[in-house]
């Protein structure tokens, strides 16, 4: 590495920075969905209750969440 490079990595341009950035901004996308779909499996798990009284309308809104969860993770590129 060159002192030019350094200097401008420390400037927040060139190169190198753009790099950073980049590799930061998808790390921050990746760690918001992975929080997405925490929060969409523990509601999943909730609704799986074994004593719920109300058990089709449960499995349908697991049919609907787990949708959303994997429809928001395809169109987000991040997992492919």
Excluded: W
């Excluded at 590495?1 to 400037?11: H, S, T």
């Excluded at 190169?15 to 992975?34: H, V």
């Excluded at 929080?35 to 798990?45: D, K, S």
């Amino acid at each position: 590495m060159d002192i030019e490079a350094l200097g401008e990595l420390m400037d927040g341009r060139g190169e190198l920075a753009g790099a950073l950035a980049s590799n930061e901004m998808y790390t921050k996308r990746l760690i918001d969905q992975l929080r997405f779909q925490h929060e969409v499996l523990a509601e999943i798990h909730e609704l799986a209750d074994e004593k719920s009284k109300t058990p089709l309308q449960d499995r349908q809104l697991i049919r609907i969440k787990a949708q959303v969860a994997l429809r928001q993770a395809a169109k987000s590129g991040l997992l492919s």
